[in-house]
């Protein structure tokens, strides 16, 4: 069975940080893109950063470069978001997404980040 388990959000002061985390399995973890995006309330679903199978190759959306880092860990299937400077306008639902041209892609159920004072 198929599982991602988003982790680490919660509230933040703006200019804070926060680490989430999302632990895969039910799939070979290192043949997937992995991604994070996240969705405000009444806004659509965005992409955040994204990361190659290898972790060679990293995008990020243009609102979150400077201070947000993806990264994964193979060995673990894990794959995580370091977010700093955190700003109110970042305060949204962050889902992890695995995909691999050819396969099924799957979802996480999310986890709240609100960056409030």
């Known amino acids: 069975q198929v599982q991602l388990v988003e982790s680490g959000g919660g509230l933040v002061q703006p200019g804070g940080s926060l680490r989430l985390s999302c632990a895969a399995s039910?799939?070979?973890?290192?043949?997937?893109?992995m991604s994070w995006y996240r969705q405000a309330p009444g806004k659509e679903r965005e992409l955040v950063a994204a990361?190659?199978?290898?972790?060679?190759?990293?995008n990020y959306a243009d609102s979150v470069k400077g201070r947000f880092t993806i990264s994964r860990d193979n060995a673990k299937n894990t794959v995580y978001l370091q977010m700093n400077s955190l700003k109110p306008e970042d305060t949204a639902v962050y889902f992890c997404?695995?995909?691999?041209?050819?396969?099924?892609?799957?979802w996480g159920q999310g986890t709240q980040v609100t960056v409030s004072s």
């Open positions: 997404k695995a995909q691999r041209i050819g396969s099924s892609l799957y």
């Open positions: 990361i190659a199978n290898t972790g060679v190759s990293r």
């Open positions: 039910g799939f070979t973890f290192s043949t997937y893109v």
